[in-house]
């Protein structure tokens, strides 16, 4: 029995590399083109990974053949980048890869349910068996417990979700709050759904076009505030989002300072994703006003992902200690079948078999 | 005996704050109940110590500044295990946990221990208003703790640079909240201690009285500037650590004056 995984990722491959490779199969067709009993194709935007269980050894470009579009199969177009990973080292990758070790953001959560839904997939299409239906149960769990037990996930990258993580950590409950989008790009909207989707009801929207404004409240459910209004409503948000093309400093120390004296006690949250800046930085040593701009955000990630890597040696010990209790107990598994099998039909059930 | 469950109180609270600098060093900080089951541990502990020592005095355990220690570390802990799960759970205990520590630990080092030739007849006036003041304390300790956490928080935030604690420290808006609130316990708490303090039916050292209505009108002016909004969370709660060690100051020049003037 082999078990092995044979894929390629942004570890090895570019972005035209996996697009050649990906959407053209699937698990079903694997098993019956590679000749393989059990198989599982994983695609995401940075990986096509094929897990398969085969009784003889089947070759890196076999399972790369299959991967190939049915109109280019030149083997020498695709051998460089493939990984192959078998037995111990595969029931690794797959347990990192599910703790979102191997992802390129370390300790992003997508690829769990990108894995769940592959296996659910191949489940359906009656490619997984026994085999790959243990190795991947036990991988959702081991991805769990790196989760609890670790602080891999730990911590915003996203502007989006940067925004939402530290409003969280000024507000705590965000339906209280007040937004103000000014300026109404694309960054903006999505870091405005993002603040929205955490219970943010309270959104208003000011840009120099109005029916911008207009069309952008519509989309995140807020409203639009003349262009004029904006500084005054200072006096009254509490997270203030920007992102005009203004040239020059939209909002000083001088302008806010008069307006932070009516709102004391309630902090003023500001969120300035602009290229030039719209909010001079010297408003951030005024009391009570947290601002961030791309910089800060930027150093915020790279905090967060920092945190995430420190944390790399306890998932991976986690994750070693599984890889020995998982090889352990097929391999007892496997010789307890083996015994009843001679006496009995249980052969013809691998799955409960596999369940002993 | 009491020493001893003194001591093993002291080192259930000594567990807590090692687990904490452990997590903290390896840059992880995550809420697990360690810390509360520690300080729970702790505090039965102190309760045994008092109620032994009580039942040994005849009265409540406040008779020297080695009882009184370990009386406002008993009362920290009492308000931590009250309104700690308002917070979050192990937080709050992770900085619980330091204070009653340097507070046992001082009060077992100290040759403060000092025994009263005599037992001391009881008056239940004093009694009420000396351990009403004390857990006053707690919850101006509680406070100046929060006010720690509130602002370990602000700075993070203004400079940019998130530890993990970040992640794990409540929002800056419900720590000013705790903050209030547990301000304006102790300050109720405080008040009914020096109102009961006119009842005791022996004058009390001109010092004391005028040293604790100083530290009552700091509390009633903090308050009252946080009510008209005259000060900003951040000034708050520095102040609270500025009050809370004001009272300790304090305490320690009544105790002092009490063993050296003790009342009849």
């Given amino acids: ?356 | 005996v009491d020493r001893y469950l003194l001591i093993a109180s002291t080192l259930c609270f000594l567990a807590a704050v090692v687990h904490t600098v452990i997590e903290l060093r390896t840059g992880v900080f995550r809420p697990m109940r360690f810390n509360f089951f520690a300080i729970g541990l702790g505090f039965i502990f102190q309760t045994a110590f008092l109620s032994i020592r009580g039942h040994e005095l005849g009265r409540c355990p406040i008779t020297n500044l080695f009882e009184v220690f370990v009386f406002i570390a008993w009362s920290v802990a009492l308000i931590y295990m009250l309104v700690g799960p308002a917070y979050r759970l192990s937080l709050m205990g992770a900085f619980t946990a330091p204070l009653v520590f340097l507070l046992q630990s001082f009060a077992l080092v100290a040759p403060i221990d000092t025994r009263h030739p005599a037992k001391v007849p009881a008056n239940s006036w004093l009694e009420f208003h000396a351990s009403i003041s004390l857990v006053a304390y707690g919850a101006f300790g509680l406070a100046c703790i929060a006010g720690v956490m509130y602002l370990l928080q602000e700075r993070q935030l203004k400079t940019h640079h998130l530890h993990s604690i970040f992640y794990h420290l409540p929002p800056l808006t419900n720590l000013f909240a705790a903050i209030t609130r547990l301000l304006w316990w102790g300050f109720a708490l405080y008040t009914v201690g020096i109102v009961s303090g006119f009842f005791t039916g022996h004058p009390l050292p001109r010092v004391q009285v005028v040293a604790a209505i100083a530290l009552w009108l700091l509390y009633a002016a903090i308050l009252q500037a946080r009510h008209l909004k005259w000060l900003a969370p951040k000034r708050v709660a520095a102040l609270c650590i500025i009050g809370f060690s004001a009272a300790l100051a304090l305490l320690w020049g009544i105790t002092f004056t009490a063993e050296l003037h003790p009342v009849p």
Wanted: charged share 20%.
């Fill in chain 1, 1 to 356: 029995m082999n078990l092995f995984c044979i894929g390629l990722s942004h570890h090895t491959a570019n972005v035209a590399a996996l697009e050649q490779f990906a959407g053209n199969a699937t698990a079903g067709s694997i098993v019956s083109q590679a000749g393989c009993t059990e198989a599982l194709l994983l695609t995401t935007c940075n990986r096509v990974e094929v897990y398969a269980v085969a009784d003889k050894r089947i070759s890196t470009d076999e399972i790369a053949r299959c991967l190939m579009p049915k109109a280019n199969r030149n083997p020498h177009n695709y051998a460089p980048p493939f990984y192959r990973y078998e037995d111990n080292k595969c029931v690794q990758h797959l347990f990192r890869v599910a703790s979102g070790l191997d992802s390129m953001v370390v300790g992003e959560s997508e690829i769990f349910g990108q894995a769940k839904k592959a296996y659910e997939s191949a489940r359906t299409s009656g490619a997984v068996g026994p085999y790959l239906h243990r190795l991947f149960q036990r991988a959702f769990r081991v991805a769990k417990q790196v989760r609890t037990h670790t602080e891999i996930a730990r911590g915003a990258v996203s502007v989006g979700s940067i925004a939402v993580e530290l409003a969280q950590r000024i507000f705590g409950n965000l339906s209280e709050c007040k937004v103000l989008v000014l300026g109404a790009g694309e960054t903006s909207e999505r870091t405005a759904r993002a603040l929205v989707s955490r219970g943010v009801t309270d959104l208003r929207v000011s840009n120099r076009s109005l029916d911008r404004a207009c069309e952008l409240a519509q989309a995140v459910g807020g409203r639009s505030v003349p262009f004029e209004d904006w500084a005054t409503l200072c006096r009254e948000i509490d997270i203030l989002l920007t992102s005009t093309a203004s040239e020059t400093p939209l909002l000083t120390p001088d302008i806010l300072a008069p307006m932070l004296h009516e709102r004391l006690d309630r902090p003023l949250f500001i969120i300035d994703i602009a290229v030039p800046r719209d909010v001079d930085p010297g408003v951030n040593e005024l009391e009570g006003v947290y601002l961030y701009d791309i910089d800060s955000i930027r150093s915020v990630a790279e905090q967060s992902l920092a945190l995430r890597r420190q944390q790399v040696a306890a998932a991976e010990a986690i994750i070693a200690d599984h890889v020995a209790q998982f090889v352990d107990s097929i391999s007892r598994g496997l010789s307890r079948i083996s015994q009843t099998t001679e006496h009995s039909s249980l052969g013809e059930n691998p799955l409960r078999a596999s369940e002993l």
